[in-house]
């Protein structure tokens, strides 16, 4: 067992020690919400309801994200002791241990919200299938292309001149928040997913966030350019 899961099956004793942190850097800890499953999951909630809590899920986790970079200069895999076993001293190991804590359930709450917002869905558009099948056949593609993220789970670190990246227009230290239309921040697996869907010659549509802005490019991996590898970029994980 980690560090961190060790903290997750510590409900209470992690929570007021994140509200205490939250406090520390002065924002305000109500802003950081805790959510139960079976609340998330139960029949009274309405789709408006569900895709607020998604959207507040994703300000929380930006702003964790954010905290954890830019602040304290670790990830979600940053070791925290060293190779003898003992807490580092070059980094807040208490801070950092609990803004991933909250990181984790709430990514954990995120996947639970996007169940239910997809259940909710599908119940609405079952029945109005039957009103008007073809209307409902439109807007099931539409809505399939239309999905928005906002949560980056990859930066990249390097972008080779002449690559298929490059031809893209990808950019350095652009956040990638959507790869093949749905891989995202809850199912990339440390970015294992993505080596599947790199094909020579196979059209990948990448959604970046770019200075605040989100960029919607055309990734073509190939093996006819003088550099190594189908991409020409380097990732790496947020």
């Not at 305000?28 to 998604?54: H, M, R, V």
């Not at 079952?126 to 009103?131: D, F, G, N």
């Not at 970015?191 to 959604?207: D, E, H, P, T, Y």
């Amino acid at each position: 067992m980690t560090v961190d899961e060790h903290d997750i099956n510590n409900d209470s004793s992690s929570s007021s020690s994140f509200q205490g942190l939250m406090q520390s850097l002065n924002l305000d800890a109500s802003d950081f919400k805790e959510y139960e499953t079976d609340g998330l999951l139960a029949p009274t909630q309405s789709f408006t309801q569900l895709s607020e809590i998604k959207q507040d899920m994703e300000r929380q986790l930006g702003v964790l994200f954010d905290l954890l970079r830019h602040k304290y200069g670790a990830d979600m895999d940053t070791p925290l002791v060293t190779a003898d076993g003992y807490p580092r001293s070059d980094v807040d190991v208490v801070s950092v241990r609990l803004i991933r804590v909250r990181i984790i359930r709430l990514k954990n709450d995120y996947r639970a919200v996007l169940r239910a917002i997809d259940e909710k869905m599908a119940a609405e558009f079952a029945k109005r299938q039957a009103e008007n099948p073809r209307e409902v056949e439109e807007e099931t593609r539409e809505r399939g292309r239309r999905r928005e993220y906002s949560i980056p789970f990859a930066k990249v670190a390097e972008v080779v001149s002449g690559g298929p990246a490059h031809l893209a227009g990808l950019q350095e230290n652009d956040e990638i928040v959507l790869f093949d239309d749905d891989i995202h921040a809850v199912n990339n697996n440390r970015l294992r997913n993505l080596a599947s869907r790199v094909k020579v010659g196979r059209s990948i549509s990448v959604q970046v966030k770019r200075n605040n802005e989100m960029v919607s490019l055309t990734l073509v991996p190939s093996d006819d350019w003088d550099g190594q590898g189908l991409l020409g970029c380097r990732l790496i994980p947020i």
